[in-house]
Every structure is written in structure tokens, then in C-alpha cells.
């Protein structure tokens, strides 16, 4: 029944009151007398090794997870996963190879990397594609898989869940970094206890439909008996879901470029750490990178549960909308089976999921656009006080065109997967021109302006080209078409910049390789890390 009790209202609540309480005193301890733009933006050298890590996880999940990741878990499986657990190894390569270089050159936003490292035109060309990929994709997206699930277990409408949302995250965003890095432990630790009560009591479930009475084990035994198709990591290319996920592209080729373009090149998921000194920000990332290892286990695994349910005839009016079976109901499905108490506490870690990301978006959409658009060409003389005041308007502005886009949003199937493949069309473009700005220094501007302009309209034609050619050019997978597209990029941007003259003045970022030297605990967790993910693969292949 979609209908939330007394005792979840009152879970929900004093959930919202301690994020709101947190929020409020940190943002005045910490803040300083006169509240400048740099700490609003960053919370410069204020965030612990631990606020970091989860803040980077928070932004991070969100009910693309909980929702578009279980619905992806219905109809792919555990192949899904490779998502995350893919994503702990990247974050492992970022925080050895990527973040030195920008903590070394004081770089505070992506677009002031391109400017530095290029010129303002690359720079500006960037930003604006991130803003409309943040504000039309991001945001939108998230916004209405949460109203999706919101209004799927309560009697609140799929608007007013709109409202909510996008009212509760602008007053976590409007108080700054601190307050967001600081609130993310608290949303953290409730979205991870929440998920894991969730995933047992589904485990249960399926133990009791079984006749093993409370016994989870026997359910995960029976589980991956019954569904063995759902327990593979890696397609051939025969699997029907080939093109979701295809074959060894989810270890490297377009996998890799996703997560090292999201993880490395990715304002609201780097800016966590670019206000700490290194070993804190290394630290907060291994961390990070520890807690990937645990998201399928409160995303993925439910909706395979699901997937089990379902195909014994379970559910089946739940997990369709006119007569079409819709994955990505299967979480919402699954919360709505809570007791009272349990389900208000499912609710709450998902509601702090969405607004945790929903804050983190939203406070690089206003970094962005204050510190590369508004103070670069709008009003070059804007004190800081000014900056903080059009950093809140943004804030306000971005949420209000989100919450506006959303609706269209309703006719997606696996929303999770739409959200992987438009931001991908960028992804290819970004990660080349910066890893060749990080360690290449023969690149030049005009190759890196030649890459930016040419990642949107070379990933689009290979999307479209098999439909406007009537399949005679080859339809690939889109994580295919990320490796295609880097590739392509890549070579371009290498001829361009051999046959052009780099200007005297360019700037050349500082790297040596004293950068890249790391501490003895940071290697003994990264091999814990790949020997985790070793022994996944190696059984779930």
C-alpha cells in the first residue's frame, strides 16, 4: 500500500531535523567573519579526510542508484555493478595521478584548469556544456527518479515530491560547501544503514517466499540458483544485454573513460577535495573508494531480488504501467513491503541520497557559473560578498529549470542507463583534452578547442548514424562509442598540436614525480581494494 504511517513520518522527521540542525551549526562555527567566495564555494582547508570521502560518496549516490540501479539490477543483474565497483579502482588512479596535479597548480574549478593550462575560449566552451549537461541531465534526472519513488510509497503527489526535493536541497546548498561536506556524513550513514535494512529484509522476503523462514543465506544460495543470468559480470556478445553492457568494455575502453572523466574531470565530484592539502584529500578518496565496494550490495542486489519475485508472479501489477514492465519500480516496489518504523527509515535514506546529490550538483552548477562566467565576462570587479549572493541565485535558478524539465522525463525505461549515455557524449572530449593537458605539454589550445567543439556533434552522429543510414553503419553499444569517440579525440588533438606552433606564453602546469609518491597506508588499502575486486570478478565472471 502506498502509504507512509505515524512512526514514518516520525523516522522522516527527526531525520530532517538532524540534517538541519548540523547544517545550521556548522555553518556558524566554521564560518568566518566576513564569509568569502572561496570558502562558500570550497570550505577551503576546513573538510576532514572522512567528510570528504563521504561527501564524494553522497554526491555521488542518489535515486539514479536506489532507483535507476535497481531497475538496471531487475534487467541486467550484477553486471550493473561494474558501475561502482569499477569506479573504486578509478578512484584509486585519480587520487595518485589527477588530484596532485590540480592541488600542485591551486586549480578551484574545471573550466580554471582548461583556462590556465589552455585559454579562456576552451575554458568558457566547457563550462557551458557542463552547465546544461548539470542542469538538464544531472538534475533532472535525479529530481524525477526521486519524485518517481516519493510519490510511488506515499500519497505525496509526483509535483509536490518535485517541490520538496528541489526546497530542501537549495537550503542545504545555500549554506556552502561546509555545510554540504559536513551534512553528507550524517545523509551518508543514514542512505547506507537504510540500504542495508532495505536489502535484508528484501533477503528475507525471499527467504520466507521459499519456505527458509528468516534464513538470508539460503536466500542468497537460492538466489544466484534461480537466477543465474543475473549473476554474470561480464556479456558475450549472444546476451540480449550486450549493448547495455558490452563484454570487456566494462573494465577499460568506455568504461574506464566514463569513471575517469566523472571522477577526474568532474566539478561536483573533484571539488570535494581541492580545498584540503593531499594526503587529506587522498585519504578521503580511499575512503570513497572503500564504500563503492558496498553500493551494490543497497542498490543492485534488491532489484535482482526483484527480478526473482517477479518472474514467480509476484508483483506483477506493482512492477508495470499499462501493461509494460517498468524496472525501475522494483525499489519503490520493495519499500512499500517495509513495516511501519523500517519503511520510514528505507525513506529517509533515500530522501537523503537525492538531496545529498541534488546539493552536490547544484553547488558546482553556482561555482561554475560565478567563478568562470558571471566573474570572467559579466562583472569583473564583483566583490565577494557579490559572488556568494550570485552563487544562491544560481542555486535558486538551476533548481527552478530542473524542476521544470523533470516532467519530460516520465516516459524513460531504465533511467539510470539514459543517464550514463548523454552524459557520455561529452565524457570522451573532456577526459582527452585533460589528460594530455595534465601530461602532455606539446598540447596546444587550438587542439583542445578542436576537442571540445567536436565531442557533442562526433558522439552524436555515431548514435544516430545506423538510424539515418537504415543500419547499414554499425549500431554500437554506447559504452563502445565513449572508446570510439577518445580515440578519435585523442588522435585529432595529438596531429593538431604536432602540426601547430604552441604559443610562447602558454602555460604549462607544474607535474613532477614527487606528485605521484604515496603513503604506505594509502597502498596497503589500494591493494585491499583490487584484491576485493579481483576475487569479484574472478567469481562472477
Known sequence: MNKLHTLDYVVFFIYFIMVSVYGYY????KRTKSLNAKEYFLAEGSLTWWAIGASLIASNISAEHFIGMSGSGFALGLAISSYEWMAAATLILVAIFIIPVYLKNKIFTMPQFLSVRYNDHVSTIMAVFWLLVYVFVNLTSIIYLGALAISSISTISFGWSIFGLCFFSMIVTLGGMKVIGYTDVIQVLVLIIGGLITTYLALELLAQHYGFGDNIFKALTVLRRDAPEHFHMIFDSSNKNYKELPGISVLIGGMLINNLAYWGCNQYIVQRALGADLPTARKGILFAAFLKLL???????PGIIMYLLHSKGMFTAEMSDGGVVKPDHAYPTLINLLPPGLKGVAFAALTAAIVASLAGKANSICTIFSLDIYKKYINKEAGEKRMVFVGRTAVVIAMVIAAIVTPALRSLDQAYQFIQEYVGFISPGVLAIFLLGFFWKRTTAAAALTGAILTIPLSTVLKFLPVWTRGSFPDYPFLDRMTIDFVVITIVMVAISLNTKKPSGEHVLAVDTSMFR?????????????????????IFW
Do not use: H, N, Q
Open 26 to 29: 556548522i555553518y556558524y562555527k
Open 295 to 301: 553500493v551494490p550490495v543497497i542498490a543492485v542486489l
Open 518 to 538: 604515496t603513503s604506505r597506508s594509502f597502498v596497503v588499502g589500494s591493494v585491499i581494494i583490487c584484491g576485493v575486486l579481483t576475487a569479484l570478478y574472478t
